[in-house]
Each structure stands twice: as structure tokens, then as C-alpha cells.
């Protein structure tokens, strides 16, 4: 392996002064990219998607001495081969979109893996400016680094940074725009491959050079066909005449072990970058993580630790969370009160819309808001301090039985809270079908919402053995979770969702500000897009249930539907208004409890006179796997994108819970007749 | 030459080969998993995912991806 320098003309000024440059930030996940940008652009800047994925895409702006700059936070990737969607994007962007420079953030503290993604940076067309982030952890670790030894190696401008304690951004900025001016040498080393895979790797470039796509760089392209890329496979095969491909085909096949030589010696000339400029600690010295790790990451002391933590959120749930949410419901029923008072003499059905539909579906949603809020602070928090990996090692045991990941763990638990947080923070988890299998089972997880109504339910029904019961019943909806988790790992998943590759990032300190941004645009994004969805749904089940009989339940259109529904009921031994209550707990849980105290009055005397054993006991169960609120389905819509596998989720939940109560009514009946 | 599971918890290992589909490989590989990596195990209990240090950071490995690593153990 050699070295070899180019120099490349300085870039050339293709835009008027005053122009704004455009600048990717690239670095691999943890090394602390997303708080530099959340420190250069403050709240100036735009979350949305990627087109058609669930990678959030942040796009912001920033202005220094005057001049413009429109930063792109690229997805964090280990590498630029298309191993994970979040790679995928983040070198699409960079080839497609052009970015007039990028920025490489690295971890100072674990320089060697985190250059990883420099090597294979450095060889695209774009300037290149190394951050090293971190130096704070780093020096916590006992590295010392010496950045300018570092530049003079690498041929690139290096800038130390702490950006959790704002430093170094000026510097960054600065090095940026004099880059840009041409005021900095920009010489970089590349890594060049070994000599075994010279040969083949000229070969492959003349093969492909004339039907290489545009804007793809030829030898990056043979690079990554070297390297095994799936995607730059398929797009070599269409663009290239059929005998041409068959050539490579043969010639990747005969150099199949390329792909560990390009790693190896990306790695090597890595080492040779760093060897003068970073010096390791004495051996024999011990990190911070590493002293943590010995209780955090112990089978049993972790395990501990980790309900510790658990037992942290729940506290917080229930003496901060369920609280404010009392509270804030009161305001809402007090606020319909009031609405629909002064409404009622223009309009007796406007009144009833805005009070009963739309205060009580969009406000049950509003109030849900500081559980939601305290959900993401902790999934922010954890993930920031790095613990959040330790808590996915620690359950990766038990969760990979269920065909799940060590990562899905977190988002079920805070199911119990409210499946929505579930079903958003399922983000953390890598890959998309594992992702989608977290969200599916979520809903399974009973919710606060869900537990209210069983309680009340439970006391009415069984008033001598509730406590048991409701134990029973969360027993059960657990036992479902894992029993569905297993047959789909048999059936759909196979192997994919066994790869359980993580990494364990350093502790660092937890930046307020960052979680504080990561609350912000989930809730916010939430609140935009199921929005919508949520109160379209509150008013069709408001107008089902009101019309055309103003307001008598019993005569509404939800009636008739109820009506017909009456057979199946009759498998339940359950009468159609309870089918109804069920449905109109689509728009919120608690209002199965509203509907049948509308329908039955005081439900602890009518009830248990109505139902027989079986069919108390049905109801119950059907309560606990029914289809969940609305809010939860417009969450499983926003993230998996689909609306079949939203259908599949409803369908499932549905088939489950109408089978459950059947089945346990029907063998009730004939065990106690 | 052994898989990397059968190293226990503060054994050293140089990394022989990868094995199993490209995926997997370019994956590991971007990791730092390559042949002549020193890896040192950090935990591992005979079940479940086991942890190793590879350049610099540590690594949870499911137990079926670490059979896919082999090694060199190094001389206690």
C-alpha cells in the first residue's frame, strides 16, 4: 500500500458574492453531529423527511460575518456503501444534490473508527473540511490529539471542536468560507487500494468508463462495485450492454475478497494519518465508559440498573404526567362546557360538533401531551448519554426470542404510557422491517388510556376480583404480543431481523439543548401530520353517532351499524350497544366508559345484570386487544408509510380481539352450563 | 483459528476472516472488522450478544454474527 498526493485546484467561485454555499454535514452516528447543527442554525431550520423515507431530514441556515450558509444534517452512516437507508441518503445526497462542500464529523475520541467514513468522503469530488468533535470526551478517555498534525498528514483542513460546550464553531465557519475562497491549500491524501486489486480495479474502470450514469465518479463507481454495492450493482447492470457486464461479473467474482482489502486499507492508511498525531493512554488506564460498563452492561447489575431507570419513568408518568393530564382534561371539559353554552343558541348541532367532537377527540389528543412530552425527554436523554445502547444489550436476549431487537425494547415499554411515543420512537431501531414489527406489536401494549377503562370495567364487572382480573388481562395482551412477535419471526421476517450489530457509543453528558430539539420536532411532526387525521376521525364518529336522530345515540346511524352487528354480538353474548361503546372508544379509550354511561347509566348495577360471566370476561378482553385510538393509527401511518400495513395492523387487532371474546364466551358458556 | 464467540471476556483475538453474505461482510467490515483487527472480547456469557472492542469502540455483536468472525486467539 502507498500514498498518493493530487492536488486539486482550489474549487472554483462558480457563485455571485453573497451567494449561499451549500454544506453537508456527514459523520457517523454519536459523534455528536446533530448538536452542531442544532448550534449553528438554532431554531432556523426545517425537519421534514427524505423524500419517501422515515430518515429525518434537517435542513437549516446559518450567517457568519455576513455571509450565508444553508447547512444539510446528512443521516448518520458508518460507511458510504448503501448498508442501511440512512447511508443510502446520505451518499445519494452528496452525488446527486452536489453540496458546494462537506463537512466530516469525527468522534476525537474514537479517531480510528470514526475516520472510517473520511476515507471513503475524501474521495468524492466535494472539498472536504475534518471536525474533530468530542475533544472533551476524548481528553475524559486519556487521548491527546493534535489537530494540526493531523491536517498536515491529511492534506485537509482539521478544526477541534466541543460543540456541547460551544467551541470551535466560529473556527469551523471560518475555515469553511476560507476554504471556499481558495485561502487554504486543499491537498488531500486519498487512500489507494492494495496493489493484490490494482490491476482489477483499472480494469473495472475501463470496462464501465464510457456508460458510467452521470453524475457517479467512474472510479468511485468501480470502487463500490469492488466492494460488493447491491445498489451499484443494479445500476452498473442496466447501463451497461449485456457481454460488457458479464465481463465484470466474472472479474468481481475471481476479487470477491476485494471488499475486506478496501476496508483493510482504508484502515491502514487511517493509521498511518493518525500514528504522529494521537497519542493513546497508558495501558492499564480506565475510561469513564469503561467503569460504567462494568455495572451497566453486567447481566444482573444491568438488569438492575436498567429498572432503575424504568422505574424513573414511570415515576414521572404517574406523579408529573398523569397529573397535568387531569388537569388539563378538566380545562378541555370546562372549555366544551362553555363552547357549547354559547353555541347552543345559534346552533344546537354546531354546539354539540365543537363540543363533543372536536374538543373531546383533538383535546383527548392535547392532553396525552405531557405524557408525550415526558416520553421523548427520556428517549432523548437516554439516547444522548449513550445508555440507550447499553439497555437494548442488556434486553437483546430476551427480546431476540421474539424475533425482535435488543432496540425494540424501550419503544414497547413506553407503550405502557401511550402506544404513540411507541410507534414513533420504533425510529431508533435500524432496520425497516424490524421497525415495522416493533410498530405492529406497540398497539398490544395496553396504554394508560386503555388501562383507565379496564379498571373501571373490571371493578363494575368483577367487583370482588378486579385486581386479579386486570392482572389477568395484562398478562394476556403481553402473552399476544409475544405470541404474534414469534409467528411472525417464523413467517415474515427469517433472518433479516436477527442481525444485531450495535454499537456502544461513550458516555457523554447529555446536551438540554438537543433533547430539547428532539422533543420539539416529534411532537411537532406528530401533531402536523396525525393532526389531520385525528380530527377527521373525531367528526365522522361524532356525526355517526349523532345523526340523523340529533343526538340519540340509540337511534344513530352508529346504532344501525350496531344493528347489524347484532350476530356477531350474539357469539360474544354481548348486546349490540356494547359493540358501540367499543367503536366510539376509537376517538379516545375513555369514551367506551362515556358511551356506556350514556347507554346504561350507572354501569356497577346494570352491567354485571346484563352480561353473564363468560361474557363480562369476553368484553373485557375484547376491550384490551381492540383496535387502538385514533391518535395511535395515524401514528402507524406516519411511520411505516403505508396504508396496507396500517390496514394490516387494524385487521389484526380486530381478528384478535372479536376471535378472543368469542372463543372465551362460547367456552365459558359451555364449561359453567 | 476459532469463531469469535469461543474467546472469553478479556481474551485478544486477531481477526483470520469474515464469513457469511456480502451484507453482513460490508457491514462488519465498515466497523472495523478486518483481517489483522486486534479484537478484545468484553463480555461474553456463553449466551446471548457478546461485546468487543474493535479500533477504539466497543461493539455488541449477536451471538450468530460473531460465529461469522474468525479469529486468531493471542497468546495469554
Given at each position: 500500500?502507498?500514498?498518493?498526493?493530487?492536488?486539486?485546484?482550489?474549487?472554483?467561485?462558480?457563485r455571485?458574492?453573497?451567494?449561499?454555499?451549500?454544506?453537508?454535514?456527514?459523520?457517523q452516528?454519536?459523534v455528536?453531529?446533530?448538536?452542531?447543527?442544532?448550534?449553528?442554525?438554532?431554531?432556523?431550520?426545517?425537519?421534514?423527511?427524505?423524500?419517501?423515507k422515515?430518515?429525518?431530514?434537517?435542513?437549516?441556515?446559518?450567517?457568519?460575518q455576513g455571509?450565508?450558509?444553508?447547512?444539510?444534517?446528512?443521516?448518520?452512516?458508518?460507511?458510504?456503501?448503501?448498508?442501511?437507508?440512512?447511508?443510502?441518503?446520505?451518499?445519494?445526497?452528496?452525488?446527486?444534490?452536489?453540496p458546494?462542500?462537506?463537512?466530516?464529523?469525527?468522534?476525537?475520541a474514537?479517531?480510528?473508527r470514526?475516520l472510517?467514513?473520511?476515507?471513503?468522503?475524501?474521495?468524492?469530488?466535494?472539498p472536504?473540511?475534518l471536525?474533530?468533535?468530542?475533544?472533551?470526551?476524548?481528553?475524559?478517555?486519556?487521548?491527546q490529539?493534535?489537530?494540526?498534525?493531523?491536517?498536515?498528514?491529511?492534506?485537509i483542513?482539521?478544526?477541534?471542536?466541543?460543540?456541547?460546550?460551544?467551541?470551535?464553531l466560529?473556527?469551523?465557519?471560518?475555515?469553511?468560507?476560507?476554504?471556499?475562497?481558495g485561502?487554504?491549500?486543499?491537498?488531500p491524501?486519498?487512500?489507494?487500494?492494495?496493489p493484490?486489486?490494482?490491476e482489477?480495479?483499472?480494469?473495472?474502470?475501463?470496462l464501465i468508463?464510457?456508460?458510467?450514469?452521470?453524475?457517479y465518479p467512474?472510479?468511485?463507481?468501480a470502487?463500490?462495485?469492488?466492494?460488493?454495492?447491491?445498489?451499484?450493482?443494479?445500476m452498473?447492470q442496466?447501463?451497461?450492454?449485456?457481454?460488457?457486464?458479464?465481463?465484470?461479473?466474472?472479474?468481481?467474482?475471481?476479487?470477491?475478497?476485494?471488499?475486506?482489502d478496501i476496508?483493510?486499507?482504508?484502515?491502514?492508511?487511517?493509521?498511518?494519518?493518525?500514528?504522529?498525531?494521537v497519542?493513546?493512554?497508558?495501558?492499564?488506564?480506565?475510561?469513564?465508559?469503561?467503569?460504567?460498563?462494568?455495572?451497566?452492561?453486567?447481566?444482573?447489575?444491568?438488569?438492575?440498573?436498567?429498572?432503575?431507570?424504568?422505574?424513573?419513568?414511570?415515576?414521572?408518568?404517574?406523579?408529573?404526567?398523569?397529573?397535568?393530564?387531569?388537569?388539563?382534561?378538566?380545562?378541555?371539559?370546562?372549555?366544551?362546557?362553555?363552547?357549547?353554552?354559547?353555541?347552543?343558541?345559534?346552533?344546537?348541532?354546531?354546539?354539540?360538533?365543537?363540543?363533543?367532537?372536536?374538543?373531546?377527540?383533538v383535546?383527548?389528543?392535547?392532553?396525552?401531551?405531557?405524557i408525550?412530552?415526558?416520553?421523548?425527554?427520556?428517549?432523548?436523554?437516554?439516547?444522548?448519554t449513550?445508555?440507550?445502547?447499553?439497555?437494548?444489550?442488556v434486553?437483546?436476549?430476551?427480546?431476540?426470542?421474539?424475533?425482535?431487537?435488543g432496540?425494540?425494547?424501550?419503544?414497547?415499554?413506553?407503550?405502557?404510557g401511550?402506544?404513540?411515543?411507541?410507534?414513533?420512537?420504533a425510529?431508533?431501531?435500524?432496520?425497516?422491517?424490524?421497525?415495522?414489527?416493533?410498530?405492529?406489536l406497540?398497539?398490544?401494549?395496553?396504554?394508560?388510556?386503555?388501562?383507565?377503562?379496564?379498571?373501571?370495567?373490571?371493578?363494575?364487572?368483577f367487583p370482588?376480583?378486579?385486581?386479579?382480573?386486570?392482572?389477568?388481562?395484562?398478562?394476556?395482551n403481553?402473552?399476544?404480543?409475544a405470541?404474534?412477535?414469534l409467528i411472525?419471526?417464523?413467517?415474515?421476517?427469517?433472518?433479516e431481523?436477527?442481525?444485531?450489530?450495535?454499537?456502544l457509543?461513550?458516555?457523554?453528558?447529555?446536551?438540554?439543548?438537543?433533547?430539547?430539539?428532539y422533543?420539539?420536532?416529534?411532537?411537532?411532526?406528530?401533531?402536523?401530520?396525525?393532526?389531520?387525521?385525528?380530527?377527521?376521525?373525531?367528526?365522522?364518529?361524532?356525526m355517526?353517532s349523532?345523526?340523523?336522530?340529533?343526538?340519540?345515540?340509540?337511534?344513530?346511524?352508529?346504532?344501525?351499524?350496531g344493528?347489524t352487528?347484532?350476530?356477531?354480538?350474539?357469539?360474544?353474548?354481548?348486546?349490540?350497544?356494547?359493540?358501540?361503546?367499543?367503536?366510539?372508544?376509537?376517538?379516545?379509550?375513555?369514551?367506551?366508559?362515556?358511551?356506556?354511561?350514556v347507554?346504561?347509566?350507572?354501569?356497577?348495577?346494570?352491567?354485571?345484570?346484563?352480561?353473564?360471566?363468560?361474557?363480562?370476561?369476553?368484553?373485557?378482553?375484547?376491550?384490551?386487544?381492540?383496535i387502538?385510538?385514533?391518535?395511535?393509527?395515524?401514528?402507524?401511518q406516519?411511520?411505516?408509510?403505508?396504508?396496507?400495513?396500517?390496514?394490516l395492523?387494524?385487521?389484526?387487532?380486530l381478528?384478535?380481539?372479536?376471535g378472543?371474546?368469542?372463543?372465551?364466551?362460547?367456552?365459558?358458556?359451555?364449561?359453567?352450563? | 483459528?476459532?469463531?469469535l464467540?469461543?474467546?472469553?471476556?478479556?481474551q485478544?483475538g486477531?481477526?483470520?476472516?469474515?464469513?457469511?453474505?456480502?451484507?453482513?461482510?460490508?457491514?462488519?467490515?465498515?466497523?472495523?472488522?478486518?483481517?489483522?483487527a486486534p479484537?478484545?472480547?468484553?463480555?461474553?456469557?456463553?449466551?446471548?450478544p457478546?461485546?468487543v472492542a474493535?479500533?477504539?469502540?466497543?461493539?455488541?455483536?449477536?451471538r450468530?454474527?460473531?460465529?461469522?468472525?474468525?479469529?486468531?486467539?493471542?497468546?495469554?
Amino acid at each position: 500500500m502507498h500514498c498518493q498526493t493530487e492536488t486539486i485546484p482550489a474549487p472554483p467561485i462558480s457563485r455571485a458574492p453573497g451567494a449561499t454555499l451549500v454544506v453537508a454535514l456527514a459523520g457517523q452516528p454519536n459523534v455528536g453531529k446533530s448538536t452542531i447543527f442544532n448550534r449553528l442554525t438554532g431554531l432556523d431550520q426545517h425537519v421534514g423527511n427524505w423524500p419517501g423515507k422515515t430518515v429525518a431530514q434537517k435542513t437549516g441556515r446559518c450567517t457568519y460575518q455576513g455571509r450565508k450558509l444553508s447547512l444539510v444534517d446528512l443521516p448518520g452512516a458508518y460507511s458510504l456503501t448503501a448498508n442501511s437507508e440512512e447511508e443510502r441518503i446520505a451518499r445519494d445526497y452528496i452525488i446527486h444534490e452536489r453540496p458546494d462542500m462537506v463537512i466530516a464529523v469525527v468522534d476525537a475520541a474514537i479517531p480510528e473508527r470514526s475516520l472510517y467514513l473520511l476515507a471513503e468522503l475524501i474521495q468524492l469530488p466535494a472539498p472536504v473540511v475534518l471536525v474533530l468533535n468530542m475533544m472533551d470526551v476524548a481528553e475524559q478517555e486519556g487521548l491527546q490529539i493534535e489537530p494540526h498534525v493531523l491536517e498536515a498528514a491529511l492534506g485537509i483542513p482539521v478544526v477541534p471542536m466541543c460543540a456541547t460546550r460551544q467551541r470551535g464553531l466560529e473556527e469551523m465557519l471560518d475555515t469553511v468560507f476560507r476554504l471556499w475562497d481558495g485561502a487554504f491549500p486543499y491537498n488531500p491524501r486519498r487512500p489507494t487500494i492494495l496493489p493484490a486489486h490494482q490491476e482489477v480495479l483499472e480494469q473495472v474502470i475501463t470496462l464501465i468508463a464510457d456508460h458510467t450514469p452521470a453524475p457517479y465518479p467512474v472510479d468511485w463507481v468501480a470502487l463500490k462495485l469492488l466492494e460488493g454495492d447491491e445498489e451499484i450493482h443494479a445500476m452498473m447492470q442496466a447501463a451497461l450492454p449485456a457481454d460488457r457486464w458479464h465481463t465484470i461479473g466474472g472479474l468481481l467474482h475471481a476479487h470477491e475478497d476485494a471488499v475486506l482489502d478496501i476496508a483493510g486499507a482504508r484502515y491502514a492508511w487511517i493509521a498511518r494519518m493518525i500514528r504522529a498525531a494521537v497519542v493513546r493512554p497508558k495501558i492499564g488506564q480506565v475510561g469513564l465508559t469503561a467503569r460504567l460498563d462494568t455495572v451497566l452492561t453486567h447481566p444482573v447489575g444491568g438488569l438492575l440498573a436498567l429498572i432503575g431507570v424504568l422505574g424513573v419513568v414511570f415515576w414521572l408518568t404517574y406523579s408529573v404526567g398523569s397529573p397535568l393530564q387531569g388537569w388539563l382534561d378538566m380545562l378541555l371539559t370546562q372549555l366544551a362546557q362553555n363552547v357549547h353554552g354559547a353555541l347552543f343558541s345559534v346552533s344546537p348541532w354546531l354546539a354539540d360538533l365543537v363540543a363533543d367532537g372536536l374538543i373531546q377527540g383533538v383535546g383527548m389528543v392535547l392532553t396525552f401531551l405531557p405524557i408525550l412530552i415526558i416520553f421523548f425527554a427520556v428517549l432523548g436523554f437516554l439516547e444522548d448519554t449513550g445508555y440507550l445502547a447499553r439497555a437494548a444489550y442488556v434486553t437483546d436476549r430476551f427480546m431476540h426470542a421474539l424475533g425482535l431487537h435488543g432496540k425494540s425494547f424501550i419503544p414497547l415499554l413506553l407503550g405502557f404510557g401511550c402506544n404513540v411515543p411507541a410507534i414513533l420512537g420504533a425510529r431508533i431501531l435500524d432496520s425497516p422491517r424490524a421497525r415495522r414489527l416493533t410498530i405492529l406489536l406497540a398497539p398490544l401494549v395496553p396504554c394508560t388510556a386503555r388501562m383507565a377503562v379496564v379498571t373501571v370495567l373490571t371493578a363494575a364487572l368483577f367487583p370482588r376480583t378486579a385486581a386479579w382480573v386486570a392482572w389477568g388481562l395484562v398478562t394476556l395482551n403481553l402473552a399476544t404480543l409475544a405470541l404474534i412477535g414469534l409467528i411472525f419471526k417464523r413467517a415474515v421476517l427469517k433472518d433479516e431481523q436477527s442481525v444485531f450489530i450495535m454499537e456502544l457509543p461513550l458516555y457523554h453528558m447529555p446536551n438540554p439543548r438537543t433533547i430539547g430539539l428532539y422533543v420539539w420536532h416529534n411532537i411537532l411532526s406528530f401533531l402536523q401530520k396525525a393532526g389531520v387525521v385525528i380530527l377527521i376521525a373525531s367528526v365522522v364518529i361524532w356525526m355517526l353517532s349523532y345523526f340523523p336522530a340529533q343526538g340519540d345515540v340509540m337511534q344513530s346511524y352508529l346504532a344501525h351499524i350496531g344493528r347489524t352487528l347484532e350476530p356477531l354480538g350474539r357469539l360474544m353474548g354481548l348486546p349490540w350497544p356494547m359493540l358501540i361503546a367499543l367503536f366510539t372508544g376509537f376517538v379516545a379509550k375513555e369514551n367506551t366508559i362515556a358511551t356506556l354511561g350514556v347507554l346504561y347509566g350507572d354501569i356497577g348495577n346494570t352491567l354485571p345484570a346484563l352480561l353473564s360471566g363468560p361474557a363480562a370476561l369476553g368484553f373485557l378482553i375484547v376491550q384490551m386487544l381492540f383496535i387502538p385510538c385514533v391518535a395511535t393509527v395515524a401514528a402507524v401511518q406516519q411511520e411505516t408509510r403505508s396504508w396496507r400495513w396500517t390496514l394490516l395492523s387494524l385487521g389484526l387487532m380486530l381478528v384478535l380481539s372479536l376471535g378472543a371474546g368469542i372463543a372465551v364466551y362460547q367456552v365459558g358458556t359451555w364449561l359453567f352450563s | 483459528m476459532v469463531a469469535l464467540t469461543t474467546l472469553s471476556a478479556g481474551q485478544t483475538g486477531l481477526i483470520h476472516s469474515l464469513q457469511g453474505g456480502h451484507r453482513l461482510i460490508s457491514r462488519l467490515a465498515s466497523l472495523g472488522f478486518t483481517p489483522g483487527a486486534p479484537v478484545v472480547v468484553t463480555r461474553n456469557y456463553g449466551h446471548g450478544p457478546i461485546i468487543v472492542a474493535v479500533r477504539g469502540t466497543q461493539v455488541a455483536l449477536g451471538r450468530g454474527e460473531a460465529t461469522h468472525i474468525l479469529v486468531y486467539p493471542a497468546e495469554a
